[in-house]
């Protein structure tokens, strides 16, 4: 009898009939904890499908993503600017996948070939600490050329552009104004280098210096510093650059090599939803919503009154490796 149970085990195995692999999906996420935690909590209690996540700011999400080509340990890539995607797409490490929620996503704010999707957009802005700068003299910083003011030495929050979407956001910002000339757009980086506190690894990481007057101001994207305001610091104030700024479109995509693409599909068709894009203010994250189906936050950047440069996603991504090279040679090397 024993022999018959060991065989009848032996052949069930073979068959293929061993405990099932539960349907389970991983996402690197680019924007902030509460809200990465908060969008997979949401994903898995409507779909049933169980999801984790993996907190990444776009360079290190990227670099990841690249290591483990063959073996790939996520299955979506969801938030940080979209820069990255292309530059994610030019090698090979997204499936292409057209949402059935495609239709209802603004145009010009998705990648033609269904590589990735636009997710949400912040402005890039200033994150002032009025009484940081009132100690210096200073007012509310409203332009580029008043952040390199020698009062504010050793006073700014900035991320690095090879770890950072936010701070590669501001790089190609300084190309766009310099009508395409990287030499100016570094030469001005270089310029600021003595007033940076120190090149953080995440972009929103500045927003939270400022607030807790570590520096005088940050250079975020406008709803990391609305986000903090909202935390209970009562001296920042958002200001945008008066010569123009970046803005960022927040991407999405599903991974070339996910365990699970059928299940990563499902976690696009949710996060293109409205019923998803709704949910950013309920963690106090206030970025433009893609899905036209979903009115801005009243806290969100309004961008007919920003000036906006021409950022062009595309050739923003296809430049970023070689730039980003440019300045961990030039002016600083990614943080440790």
Same mark, same amino acid.
């Given at each position: 009898?024993?022999?018959?149970?060991?065989?009848?085990?032996?052949?069930?195995?073979?068959?293929?009939?061993?405990?099932?692999?539960?349907?389970?999906?991983?996402?690197?996420?680019?924007?902030?904890?509460?809200?990465?935690?908060?969008?997979?909590?949401?994903?898995?209690?409507?779909?049933?499908?169980?999801?984790?996540?993996?907190?990444?700011?776009?360079?290190?999400?990227?670099?990841?993503?690249?290591?483990?080509?063959?073996?790939?340990?996520?299955?979506?890539?969801?938030?940080?600017?979209?820069?990255?995607?292309?530059?994610?797409?030019?090698?090979?490490?997204?499936?292409?996948?057209?949402?059935?929620?495609?239709?209802?996503?603004?145009?010009?704010?998705?990648?033609?070939?269904?590589?990735?999707?636009?997710?949400?957009?912040?402005?890039?802005?200033?994150?002032?600490?009025?009484?940081?700068?009132?100690?210096?003299?200073?007012?509310?910083?409203?332009?580029?050329?008043?952040?390199?003011?020698?009062?504010?030495?050793?006073?700014?929050?900035?991320?690095?552009?090879?770890?950072?979407?936010?701070?590669?956001?501001?790089?190609?910002?300084?190309?766009?104004?310099?009508?395409?000339?990287?030499?100016?757009?570094?030469?001005?980086?270089?310029?600021?280098?003595?007033?940076?506190?120190?090149?953080?690894?995440?972009?929103?990481?500045? +927003?939270?210096?400022? #607030?807790?007057?570590? *520096?005088? @101001?940050?250079? &975020?994207?406008?709803?990391?510093? %609305? !986000?903090?305001?909202?935390?209970?610091?009562?001296?920042?104030?958002?200001?945008?650059?008066?010569?123009?700024?970046?803005?960022?479109?927040?991407?999405?995509?599903?991974?070339?090599?996910?365990?699970?693409?059928?299940?990563?599909?499902?976690?696009?068709?949710?996060?293109?939803?409205?019923?998803?894009?709704?949910?950013?203010?309920?963690?106090?994250?206030?970025?433009?919503?893609?899905?036209?189906?979903?009115? +801005?936050?009243?806290? #969100?950047?309004?961008? *007919?009154? @920003?000036?906006? &440069?021409?950022?062009?996603?595309? %050739? !923003?991504?296809?430049?970023?490796?070689?730039?980003?090279?440019?300045?961990?040679?030039?002016?600083?090397?990614?943080?440790?």
């Amino acid at each position: 009898m024993r022999r018959l149970a060991i065989a009848l085990v032996a052949v069930l195995l073979a068959a293929g009939c061993s405990t099932p692999r539960r349907d389970k999906i991983t996402v690197a996420c680019g924007a902030s904890e509460q809200w990465c935690a908060m969008m997979v909590k949401r994903f898995s209690d409507s779909t049933g499908v169980e999801a984790d996540f993996v907190r990444l700011s776009s360079g290190e999400a990227l670099e990841r993503i690249k290591t483990a080509r063959a073996r790939q340990e996520f299955d979506v890539w969801h938030g940080g600017p979209a820069d990255s995607y292309v530059a994610a797409k030019s090698q090979g490490l997204l499936e292409p996948y057209k949402s059935e929620k495609s239709g209802e996503i603004r145009q010009q704010w998705a990648d033609p070939e269904n590589a990735w999707s636009g997710i949400y957009a912040g402005v890039l802005a200033f994150c002032n600490n009025t009484k940081e700068l009132a100690k210096r003299g200073m007012k509310p910083i409203r332009s580029w050329r008043e952040l390199l003011d020698k009062r504010l030495r050793g006073s700014v929050a900035i991320a690095h552009p090879a770890t950072s979407g936010t701070a590669y956001t501001a790089l190609w910002t300084h190309v766009e104004l310099s009508g395409g000339d990287q030499d100016a757009a570094l030469g001005y980086l270089r310029g600021l280098h003595p007033n940076v506190l120190r090149y953080n690894s995440s972009g929103s990481a500045a +927003a939270l210096q400022a #607030a807790k007057e570590e *520096a005088a @101001v940050g250079v &975020v994207f406008s709803h990391d510093c %609305v !986000a903090a305001q909202e935390q209970g610091y009562p001296n920042l104030e958002v200001t945008f650059p008066q010569e123009g700024t970046g803005y960022e479109l927040g991407g999405l995509a599903v991974l070339a090599g996910a365990h699970n693409p059928d299940s990563a599909r499902t976690y696009v068709d949710w996060a293109l939803s409205g019923a998803s894009q709704r949910l950013g203010p309920l963690v106090k994250f206030y970025a433009l919503p893609t899905n036209t189906k979903v009115p +801005a936050h009243s806290k #969100a950047a309004d961008p *007919a009154t @920003v000036k906006l &440069v021409s950022y062009d996603v595309e %050739v !923003a991504g296809r430049a970023k490796q070689a730039l980003v090279d440019r300045f961990s040679a030039e002016i600083a090397g990614p943080p440790a």
